[in-house]
């Protein structure tokens, strides 16, 4: 196992928080996505919001997703992060065909392995940061990590890391947006994922919270966390390495970048 050494501050100390599993190894495929379809049915309508896409990402990449609205990216990326099944097609998840589990063991698989960021944060506005943090570990029942680390200890440590280290106690409603994503990041991040998916999370930033963010998900990536991230903004798309471009549920265009 190896540790991540997030530190945005440079000079701050060397913080042990992110144990990314799963070390590079010879098969360094973590998505491979065989066409896939994904049909909604509304009572009689049928929308086909993926049409057989195809889509392999390498351990370490960095993946921006574009398109218009509309176009099928969350479909996929709720897919990728195991929070949807496709109708037809495979995808294999670090090798293991997960097309076809039930929803039990999708969530075990997405527990430890995907780290999800939405755009609406998605945070329990009753709960403290900290609470919001810990909620990924509340199965650990206390344990601690293979660093003796409590699950308060953990939460503190993956807060300092998004730079949230002074707003332990402070509830949604007493965060700004981009504070309100740093906590979700750091929810993310608490299990150390080797992917982290993220559906328009500066969506509903400024441009300077948007940087933010981007900067720990780029600091995240250069850790060696595999980081796919759907955006609409070209600003945002091109902090990535590769982007892929959607249309009417097919991919249509995928460039690494010069
Ligand atoms: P994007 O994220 O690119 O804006 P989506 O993946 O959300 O696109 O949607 C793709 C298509 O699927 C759209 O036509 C949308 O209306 C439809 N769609 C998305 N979610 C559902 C759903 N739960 N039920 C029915 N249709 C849906
Ligand atoms: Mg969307």
């Known amino acids: 196992m190896q540790d991540s050494m997030l530190d945005l501050q440079g000079s701050a100390p060397i913080l042990t928080t992110v144990a990314i ?5 010879p098969s360094d495929r973590v998505i491979d996505v065989q066409k896939v379809t994904r049909l909604y049915k509304l009572g009689s309508v049928e929308v086909p919001a993926l049409q057989g896409v195809s889509l392999a990402v390498e351990r370490g990449e960095f993946v921006a997703i574009m398109g218009a609205s509309g176009s099928g990216k969350s479909t996929l990326m709720n897919i990728l992060g195991c929070l949807d099944r496709p109708t037809g097609g495979h995808y294999f998840l670090d090798g293991e065909d997960v097309s076809q589990m039930n929803k039990d063991q999708l969530a075990a698989i997405r527990s430890r392995r995907i780290g999800f960021v939405f755009q609406s944060f998605n945070l329990l506005p009753r709960m ?20 003796g680390q409590s699950p308060e200890e953990r939460a503190r440590q993956a807060l300092d890391v998004v730079g949230l280290g002074e707003r332990l106690y402070h509830r949604p409603n007493e965060l700004s947006g981009g504070q309100q994503q740093r906590v979700a990041i750091a929810r993310a991040l608490i299990q150390g994922p080797p992917l982290v998916l993220a559906d328009e999370p500066t969506g509903n930033l400024d441009s300077k919270a948007g940087e933010e963010i981007m900067a720990i998900l780029t600091r995240l990536n250069a850790e060696g966390v595999t980081v796919v991230l759907v955006t609409h903004e070209p600003d945002i798309a091109a902090h990535a390495r590769r982007i892929v471009r959607m249309q009417d549920g097919l991919i249509v265009s995928d460039e690494v970048q010069p």
């Open 21 to 25: 599993k799963g070390a590079p190894g």
């Open 128 to 147: 403290s940061a900290l609470k919001n943090v810990m909620l990924p570990l509340a199965y650990d029942h206390g344990q601690r990590n293979g660093h």
